[in-house]
């Protein structure tokens, strides 16, 4: 699975931006999908998951009520539409196919293939 994240950008703080990753080579109807970000001197951190199973979504706590994943199996690409920017939210952001299900966290490593980031900066 070969996954390409875009749509990063800047933007002032309290706007919004929406993210896209598309996949090719394999369809993702049967992965779960996610978004992870990356700041600079800082771990990776979950951001967002949507399963295949059930079409349950996750998300984590720093963007829960501002964030909202959806997967369109049909164009095989999951979206972040991210409303409400702080400036904690810039970072460098991962797409990233799973065949894995919930099993009380999201982690990295739960993830086997990875997009190239896309870099999002939020102005104060």
């Known amino acids: 699975v070969q996954l390409q994240a875009y749509g990063g950008g800047l933007v002032q703080a309290g706007g919004s931006l929406r993210l896209s990753c598309a996949a090719s080579?394999?369809?993702?109807?049967?992965?779960?999908l996610g978004w992870f970000r990356q700041a600079p001197g800082k771990e990776r951190e979950f951001v967002s998951a949507a399963t295949w199973n059930n079409g349950r979504t996750y998300y984590g706590a720093s963007v829960k009520g501002r964030f909202t994943i959806s997967r369109d199996d049909a164009k095989n690409t999951v979206t972040l539409q991210m409303n409400s920017l702080k400036p904690e939210d810039a970072a460098v952001y991962y797409c990233?196919?799973?065949?894995?299900?919930?099993?009380?966290?999201?982690?990295?490593?739960?993830?086997?293939?990875w997009g190239r980031g896309t870099l999002v900066t939020v102005s104060s």
């Open positions: 080579g394999r369809r993702l109807s049967t992965y779960t």
């Open positions: 990233a196919a799973s065949t894995r299900l919930y099993a009380g966290n999201w982690r990295p490593t739960d993830f086997a293939y």
